[in-house]
């Protein structure tokens, strides 16, 4: 059984550097000579588009008051509670995403395009409207948060769970698509082959599929912590603005923008510099891995 | 151009204003400055085509632009009808909105002709960039009110009775007028308060309330008046220090100047304050 799976392993391996090799190369061949000027120009406006409105938060920011800006227990407490809710967000997703992306992968059953369907709603509908929906699900009076308040005395609403809840919302379809994807692509070859050696459904699963899609579930996970992270209206619906409670770093940057532009221009380069750290750390450790 | 005969019925003005709900507010304060900037273009082109030529010196006419505080929003829209009744040939258009973004809106180029503001603070943001002409002058006040439940189970009767731990009070952020004012009265009345959120408008946090999410709130009389009997209204005295003055100008750039005086006159008539004090606001 051991040999098995460090079978497969060096099999994703494998597998992974195949998948980038090629890719490489292509965008190496782009960058070269012979690149057609009507592709190249809408190219470099898209790159404009998506660059100067970063760049202009640097070039506009305060960097006189930056230091008292960012030293101010406010930001603190607000970047903390973003980087623990997003991280439990995640954790809810994985917890609970991971066996819905292998239910719509591995099994069928009647609906299941529908279930599937529905299950991406969250990631096209606007946040504030996840956020009326949750608080008409789980709020005080809603039709699961009543029993919830009457039978246990949990009201999620303007509560820090409030806001993993609602951050898990908006950001666990990523998680469950992106591991589906990988299900899909995975070899079941090795699950079938694991079930004739005796092992349960379960055991293969754990033993066998989940180290095969585990660069799935990894790239899932970071694009559901970056949207869990970046969450605004689906938190400030459900579980309102609280300092050090239900505050996140986008909320704090809204509301600093009603009255200290500046306030909110620091803010931003926080938040900003955090999503860059974390994107560049993981992919950093996903091209070594690779 | 032949004139339009006055039962002519009006252009539907539901293209032109903008109506943000409480629950889309929270969407993003970015595309507020869009989205004022694209509906006054939109009115403004309308305008052209809508509006027929001014026949004498005391007949006004056109498209007159109005940019005003969301607190503003059912009494100004029943004001704006009047005026048409009483104005054949005018057509009133609103952009309802937070004062602030709606100042934005206005330093940055929008075509309007009228602004009324809910606060003192964000009207000086405009005659500071030389967008207003003259003062500003202050047309009502509102003034704050606890919303609670239906029937008030929490027996609550003063400013006090919120300090309670037991019951889930909401507040608007201290960045909004409405959070000021409330933490205005707060001082008066010596009181601490944690709220259990700091709403980022006034109808958000009256929101809360009648969705039996929060027990009560501090909010404006008028928005009390507007939620009808989805909550209920409690006066308290601390109130009096903490009252905010709406002012209303006419702009400096405005496309249609005369009917925008005209508008400005209405609201601060004897007929335009009635609607207001109907509204629950405070005239003087």
Redesign the interface.
């Given at each position: 059984m051991p040999a098995d799976t460090s079978g497969t392993r060096t099999g994703t391996r494998k597998g992974l550097r195949k998948g980038s090799g090629p890719r490489r190369r292509r965008v190496g061949a782009a960058g070269g000579q012979g690149v057609p000027l009507p592709l190249l120009l809408p190219a470099l406006l898209a790159l404009a588009f998506l660059l100067v409105p970063l760049l202009a938060l640097l070039v506009r920011a305060p960097w006189q008051s930056m230091p008292e800006q960012l030293t101010s227990p406010a930001v603190w407490q607000a970047l903390r509670l973003s980087l623990v809710c997003a991280t439990a967000a995640t954790a809810v997703s994985l917890v609970l995403g991971v066996p819905l992306a292998w239910l719509l992968a591995r099994t069928d059953f009647p609906g299941r395009g529908l279930v599937r369907a529905l299950v991406t709603l969250p990631l096209v509908l606007?946040p504030?409207v996840g956020?009326?929906a949750l608080?008409m699900a789980l709020?005080?009076?809603g039709i699961v948060g009543q029993r919830l308040d009457q039978w246990f005395g949990i009201s999620l609403?303007?509560t820090t769970a409030g806001v993993v809840v609602a951050e898990a919302f908006v950001a666990m379809p990523f998680l469950v698509i992106s591991v589906e994807g990988t299900l899909r692509a995975a070899d079941r070859r090795y699950e079938e082959a694991a079930a004739t050696l005796g092992a349960s459904r379960f055991t293969a699963f754990r033993r066998v599929t989940l180290p095969l899609i585990a660069p799935g579930v990894a790239a899932g996970s970071v694009l559901a912590w970056a949207r869990a992270l970046g969450e605004?209206?689906a938190t400030?619906?459900f579980?309102?603005?609280?300092?050090d409670r239900?505050?996140t770093m986008p909320l704090a940057v809204?509301?600093?923008?009603?009255?200290?532009p500046e306030a909110a221009i620091a803010l931003s380069l926080v938040l900003l510099a955090v999503s860059i750290a974390v994107l560049a750390g993981l992919r950093d450790r996903w091209l070594t891995a690779s | 151009m032949t004139t339009r005969p006055a039962h002519r019925t009006r252009p539907s003005r539901s293209g032109c204003s903008v109506r943000r709900t409480p629950r889309t507010r929270a969407a993003g304060a970015g595309a507020v400055v869009l989205l004022v900037l694209g509906a006054s273009t939109a009115c403004s082109s309308s305008s052209d085509d809508g509006s027929s030529p001014a026949r004498g010196d005391t007949r006004v006419s056109g498209t007159v632009t109005v940019f005003a505080a969301a607190s503003l929003t059912e009494s100004f829209t029943t004001l704006g009808e009047r005026f048409e009744k009483a104005n054949p040939g005018t057509e009133v258009t609103f952009s309802f909105g937070g004062s602030d973004g709606l100042a934005a809106g206005i330093t940055s180029g929008a075509p309007a002709d009228v602004f009324a503001s809910a606060s003192p603070g964000t009207m000086k943001i405009v005659s500071d960039a030389g967008d207003a002409t003259g003062t500003p002058a202050t047309f009502v006040r509102n003034r704050l009110e606890i919303a609670t439940l239906p029937d008030n189970p929490e027996g609550v009767s003063s400013l006090k009775d919120l300090t309670d731990a037991k019951l889930k009070v909401v507040l608007c952020d201290r960045e909004v007028p409405c959070g000021v004012a409330a933490q205005t009265a707060l001082d008066a009345g010596g009181l601490k308060l944690t709220p259990v959120s700091y709403e980022q408008d006034v109808r958000s946090a009256l929101t809360k309330v009648a969705l039996k999410e929060a027990d009560a709130a501090l909010v404006y009389r008028t928005d009390v008046r507007a939620a009808g009997d989805k909550v209920e209204g409690v006066d308290f005295p601390e109130a009096a220090e903490a009252v905010n003055d709406y002012s209303i100008t006419l702009l400096e750039d405005a496309p249609n100047a005369e009917a925008a005086e005209a508008f400005v006159a209405y609201v601060r008539s004897d007929g335009g304050q009635r609607v207001l004090a109907d509204a629950g606001f405070l005239t003087s």
């Open positions: 606007p504030v956020g009326v608080l709020g005080r009076n609403p303007f605004f209206g400030i619906t579980a309102g603005n609280f300092p239900t505050q809204y509301l600093a923008l009603q009255s200290d | -």
